[in-house]
DNA sequence: TAGCAAATTGACAGCGCTGTCATTCCTGCC
DNA sequence: GGCAGGAATGACAGCGCTGTCAATTTGCTA
């Protein structure tokens, strides 16, 4: 039969409200206490029952994920920020609901009350590009449900994790520029996404902070995919003046452009320097493997998650906290023919 | 204030116990009451409190859905069958609860205990390559937890969802060999997955079927990863007579097939014709695009969750469901040279 | 039309925890 | 040594629902 807090009361020669009071954190109870509650428990292998808990304490210990799963950046990277949200939400004894929503659908915020009123998450973490849609935004404070971001674009005093993507879309860029690149095409994620902005800002500020001319015709619209990135090159490579590096704005685009590389007879990276953003684990396999930004979603998802929990157990405690990039430098750069 | 059970037995002159009832579709109940009953749970948008039923009525309304993310197939195979799954426990109303559970780690079974201890699912989805884990299956029947698994390797008398995945790669090779292909080669996935078993049976099967010699240096193992798939490619490709076609056990091996085939100058499909397994969303984005077997992913995760469910209510309604497959002709294949 | 079984409905306790508030136990200090 | 005041602990009700079983109504049969 199931072990109850009644049960560790007990054994510990407490009253069940102190085992309560242990298990919550509370303050008010003497270290002796504290370890002899803890002991009995750990004896007894007990586990609070997440229903009981909520039930009474008019709390579910459940954070949602949501995400839009129509307009998103892709499935890898998405899996990694849920496997650092779960990573975080277990070792907190909270779980993990996921969530997708689609921001272009009507229902959007019908489907967002559904969420609330049927399973009363304590706090939800948002995933780009849903990090700064205003009316989510403004629904989840009407519920005061807390939130927490990944990546969102606007800084404010809100929870969450960024990267400075601009500096580190610059740094590449750079990278390029050192090895003699001149001509330096970028490919841009959807329009709208954060990611897309950031990273096309950071080559705006390179090249200009090098003195280059802006050539409109090398910059491109993409939209986050392989195929987009096979597109978003074919017209690079029609132009007359063809550019000699192209900086993708993620890794699925810039595979597509070495993928387009290989059908105009382009050898990378003697002909045509490549490099992406991200880090996906397809960077690493292709051949040469790919020039990129390590981006740690996984971390990042942890991280987010973390500061939405910390600010549940204590308000006012969780920051916005932003990570570090590296530059990956791989074989697909090269210098310049 | 939120609606409790009780406002709405009011407000339907019935008691507690009578709209408890109609909640659950239990049996007794005129349809005239539960007609009323159902109005005013309508009109008072009345949302059950998932905890208290849980607590009341022993059972938690969480479905867990168990996956290797250490030795997984892909991260948008994962993605999509979680879709499908959540859309099944969402429009029954129950919650999905995602559990990544490493295979080769010594603490499986302990973490498997954990999640049920302290989560208690009511059932649970079991996903490729942990469909056939003997130590997980028992467990999980020591524990009286019922599964469901998406395309197990043992056909017995339990649930879920499967494919003929053995007739639908012996087809796709067929397709090569109307073609006039002859020298056919397969790469094949992970050893051990189910997958990689079926599809290569049914190579083996389509290649007897039509008489031809085996040559055992056409099939080479890859491992459902894209820098696999170019490894085996060169592998292939460095032959004395290479093949004129490859079919490879997943897309992601395709891709790199097609990789592999630029860096050796072949032109696919002129040259040589590749097939791959699963229609991913990359396939399509491919140019050419990937002939390969559609596998309804999604659906096959949304099936598996209903069969549990179903089995869940009434126990022994839950089937195995076969579902079909069906080949996506598109341009990596053509006529042998 | 009485009489009985089956169908329908309801009363009530209790699932396992936590909030509230009362009680007891310590301190330090005059 | 006695007492105020805060720290530690406990008693108890109740969160919102369902299981059990009792009460009532209904539909038949004789």
């Known amino acids: 039969m199931r072990v109850r807090l009644e049960d560790v009361a007990r054994a510990a020669s407490v009253s069940p409200k102190t085992v309560s009071r242990v298990l919550n954190d509370e303050a008010n109870v003497t270290d002796a206490t504290r370890e002899r509650v803890r002991a009995a428990m750990e004896a007894m292998d007990y586990r609070p029952h997440p229903s009981a808990r909520s039930l009474a304490g008019n709390r579910s210990f459940v954070v949602a994920m949501l995400y839009d799963n129509n ?3 892709s499935s890898t990277y998405l ?54 849609y205003a009316p989510l935004l403004k629904r989840l404070r009407e519920h005061k449900v807390p939130y927490a971001s990944v ?89 007359r003046k063809r550019p000699t590096a192209v900086f993708a704005a993620n890794d699925d685009m810039a595979t597509g452009v070495m993928w387009a590389a290989g059908e105009y007879g382009l050898k990378v990276p003697h002909d045509l320097s490549v490099c992406g953003f991200d880090d996906t684990p397809l960077s690493r396999q292709l051949w040469p493997a790919l020039t990129t930004v390590q981006q740690p979603s996984r971390e990042m998802g942890k991280i987010a998650a973390e500061q939405l929990l910390s600010d549940l157990r204590s308000h006012g405690t969780g920051h916005l906290v932003q990570v570090p990039f590296s530059l990956q430098i791989r074989g697909s750069t090269a210098k310049a023919p």
């Open 151 to 239: 990546s969102p674009q606007r800084r404010g005093k809100n929870l969450g994790v960024t990267m400075d993507e601009q500096r580190a879309a610059r740094a590449i860029v750079e990278h390029l520029l050192d090895l003699g690149h001149r001509r330096i095409a970028h490919v841009v994620g959807i329009a709208n996404h954060g990611a897309s902005r950031w990273r096309l800002a950071g080559y705006h500020e390179a090249m200009a902070a090098a003195g280059l001319p802006e050539d409109p015709a090398l910059v491109v619209q993409g939209a986050f995919t392989f195929g987009s990135g096979v597109e978003a090159a074919r017209q690079l490579f029609s132009l």
């Open 71 to 73: 307009d998103n950046p």
């Open 79 to 132: 899996a990694e920020i849920q496997d650092g949200v779960l990573e975080a939400c277990d070792a907190h004894r909270y779980s993990m609901m996921v969530r997708p929503l689609r921001m272009r659908d009507g229902d959007f915020i019908r489907r967002l009350d559904a969420l609330i009123s049927d399973h009363h998450p304590d706090g939800v973490v948002l995933t780009p590009p849903i990090t700064d």
